[in-house]
């Protein structure tokens, strides 16, 4: 009896130690797992940018971070998979860069400065570039996908302060966001208006000021400030298509 009792204590305490070592080790595991899946996803664009997303493998994937099969699957399923969690940050760190900044702008120039800034840390930066040059149509469409998604709550909240100014007038902020983002996106987009066709880019503006006039009833200098803004955009976008075209022919020449 006695030593069935000492059995029973023996087996709980070697069981209850198997199981504080196992819960310690899992611990550390989920601590480790973020960080490491951090630096994987900043590998994954280094990898897009010098190979194209299209021309990378997932096996180029695994070498790059040095994971065996077993290994890679243990944070990403697929290589869509991957390309979502480095949009998903490069977009995350984009808006918390500019939440930050727009904080210390004046109030009627914050919509503006999240439309139109192209301030970003090396990773957004990077991959903005990347989604802008054409080179993938996949990372373009999935970037403007989730640049209007996740942009919509802190245009709401912009919105929600002009109307409580009075700066806007309107009863919708959240559905006025998500109208103003589809507008900024289809308006400046080269795909539905290539950037050296001038008289079409001049009456997209002027369409947008329509729109826009009519959504918020904004001040004027507002509106005159937003055309200023479309046209530096359109004008820039023109110069990059010209250099392209000229850096092209030169290509073809030599």
Same mark, same amino acid.
């Given at each position: 009896m006695i030593i069935d009792m000492y059995?029973?204590?023996?087996?709980?305490?070697?069981?209850?130690?198997? *199981?504080?070592?196992?819960?310690?080790?899992?611990?550390?595991?989920?601590?480790?797992f973020a960080p490491r899946k951090e630096k994987l996803i900043q590998i994954a664009l280094d990898q897009f940018l010098e190979k194209g997303y299209e021309?990378?493998?997932?096996?180029?994937l695994q070498k790059a971070f040095g994971l065996t099969k077993g290994g890679m699957y243990h944070y990403f399923n697929s290589k869509e998979e991957i390309l979502d969690a480095v949009i998903k940050k490069g977009i995350g760190d984009w808006i918390d860069e500019v939440r930050n900044h727009i904080m210390e702008l004046p109030a009627e120039d914050r919509l503006m400065? *999240?439309?139109?800034?192209?301030?970003?840390?090396?990773?957004?930066?990077? *991959?903005?570039?990347y989604g802008r040059s054409g080179d993938s149509s996949i990372v373009t469409y999935k970037l403007?996908?989730?640049?209007?998604?996740?942009?919509?709550?802190?245009?709401?909240?912009i919105i929600k302060q002009y109307i409580d100014s009075g700066f806007y007038t309107c009863d919708y902020p959240e559905e006025i966001a998500e109208i103003l983002l589809m507008l900024a996106v289809s308006t400046s987009d080269e795909i539905f208006g290539p950037a050296t066709n001038e008289d079409k880019w001049k009456r997209r503006i002027?369409?947008?000021?329509?729109?826009?006039?009519?959504?918020?009833?904004?001040?004027?200098?507002? *509106?005159?400030e937003l055309r200023d803004?479309?046209?530096?955009?359109?004008?820039?976008?023109?110069?990059?298509?010209?250099?392209?075209?000229?850096?092209?022919?030169?290509?073809?020449?030599t």
């Open positions: 059995g029973c204590l023996w087996y709980y305490s070697y069981t209850a130690f198997g *199981l504080i070592i196992r819960r310690d080790i899992m611990s550390r595991t989920q601590k480790d021309n990378t493998t997932i096996t180029d400065y *999240l439309c139109f800034t192209d301030t970003a840390n090396s990773f957004s930066s990077q *991959l903005l570039q403007r996908e989730q640049r209007m998604k996740m942009s919509v709550s802190l245009v709401t909240e002027d369409a947008m000021i329509t729109l826009w006039r009519n959504c918020v009833h904004p001040p004027e200098s507002h *509106l005159d803004n479309l046209t530096r955009f359109y004008e820039d976008s023109m110069t990059r298509s010209n250099s392209c075209n000229y850096d092209s022919h030169k290509e073809n020449i």
